[in-house]
């Protein structure tokens, strides 16, 4: 699975609290993503990153932020999690650059807030 | 963004049947991926094409690529329960990093 990994895999928080999930690759990919996926919605990408420290938005980034400190971890924030929130959040890694590359998703986390 | 409208939303079919998901947009496509997730997984990657009237298969798999690059199509011949999940397509603008996905076809096979 391209050497994807997402923590933590299931959390339960409450409405207020700050959340951090984590995506690691070890393939020194340069792209990495962080989607949300809810029933009806499919997949909608939240930000992504083009490389250390170099983000941007997707259609629904609004109460996330993102950081990417270094090239094997990328992390989705939310700063005061709401119940709108409770979602599974999978991270991708792509392959290859340009339009042709295809992703590789992580196992997902399942965040549910209450 | 680039939008793509995905149909039908759901798929009940017998087994050994064939099953076909549609994909489209209002614009002209650079790209189209497929994507399978089964339940409870994470979507793999299936195939992309770039090619106008692409037409690519995958043992009982069949993918097309519209004339206008404004469509998609993925056909299976004769459905397995192995072939249970959701199908989603995925574009990206020229020279843009974000994919976006369809809403996907949750197919369901009866034995």
Redesign the interface.
Same mark, same amino acid.
């Not at chain 2, 994470?42 to 990657?45: C, G, L, N, S």
């Not at chain 2, 990206?92 to 996907?104: M, P």
């Given at each position: 699975d391209a050497g994807i990994t997402q923590s933590p895999r299931h959390k339960v928080t409450e409405t207020g609290t700050p959340v951090t999930l984590r995506c690691h690759q070890t393939e020194n990919h340069r792209y990495m993503y962080w989607y949300r996926q809810d029933p009806g919605h499919g997949l909608r990408l939240i930000h992504y990153s083009y490389g250390v420290k170099d983000t941007d938005k997707g259609e629904v980034s609004d109460g996330y932020s993102v950081s990417r400190s270094k090239t094997e971890d990328f992390l989705l924030t939310l700063e005061s999690a709401t119940s709108s929130q409770t979602s599974v959040y999978f991270c991708a890694i792509k392959a290859g650059t340009g339009n042709t590359g295809e992703l590789f998703f992580g196992e997902g986390s399942r965040l549910t807030v209450l | 963004?680039q939008q793509v409208m995905?149909i039908p939303?759901y798929q009940h079919v017998q087994e050994g049947e064939d099953f076909t998901t549609y994909c489209n947009s209002s614009t002209t496509l650079?790209?189209i991926?497929w994507?399978k997730q089964r339940p409870g997984g994470?979507?793999? %990657?299936l195939i992309?094409l770039?090619k106008s009237g692409e037409v690519k298969k995958q043992k009982r798999l069949t993918f097309q690529f519209g004339e206008a690059k404004k469509n998609s199509s993925l056909h299976i011949t004769a459905t397995q329960t192995t072939d249970v999940g959701t199908y %989603?397509c995925?574009t990206?603008? %020229?020279?843009?990093?974000?994919?976006? %996905?369809?809403?996907?076809t949750r197919l369901t096979i009866i034995p």
């Open positions: - | 963004g995905q939303q650079s790209n991926q994507y994470h979507p793999v %990657f992309q770039v %989603f995925a990206s603008n %020229f020279g843009n990093e974000k994919l976006t %996905f369809g809403t996907g």
